[in-house]
């Protein structure tokens, strides 16, 4: 059906394909080289949950899989719209940036990547943000760690705790559109 060794970043696989519903799919996943061992994830994104099942023959024990579940945000930076001074510059540059209040109904680490023409920065928040000191309840920031100038974040959510994820860009005064995915093990809700 697929096959691929390094589309994805950093020498690692990436397949896309179109799954049919209610239909059993093998994924066998092994190493360029030979002999090699070690750990590995595997993160599927698509419009419903995906169950994996270890096929691992009997003489090795395989923990189960939590699915995983994927959510996307669309949002754009606009010339009227919200701005702040970040405290790591001398000056008082201007970054436009769009603030997302988050929260999931399932505990676990999530991953929120951007994905822009635009070279994206992203704050996250744990309760509150405020433009005016950003670094109160800060949780995490990122630059460049999704590839291609977009931010990739891990983060592990409590269920039901409210978090805001800013988007902004790593240059003042940067306009244009912008998407988020967030996997994990629930949807991620945007309020």
Known sequence: MAKDDDSGDELQFRIKVYLEANRMYFLVVTTHSDSVTGN???SAVGPAVISFNSSIPSTTTAEPTTP????SFDGQLVRDGL????PENDTEPQFYY???????????????QSGSTMDTVDYFYNTSFDPFNIATNMMAKDDDSGGHLQFRIEAYLESNQTYVLVVTTHWELVTGNFSITAIGPS???SK
């Open 40 to 42: 590995f994830t595997i």
């Open 68 to 71: 995983v579940v994927s959510s």
């Open 83 to 86: 701005y702040f001074s970040r």
């Open 98 to 112: 769009y603030p997302f209040r988050l929260s999931v109904s399932v505990a676990g680490t999530y991953i929120f």
């Open 187 to 189: 949807s991620v809700g």
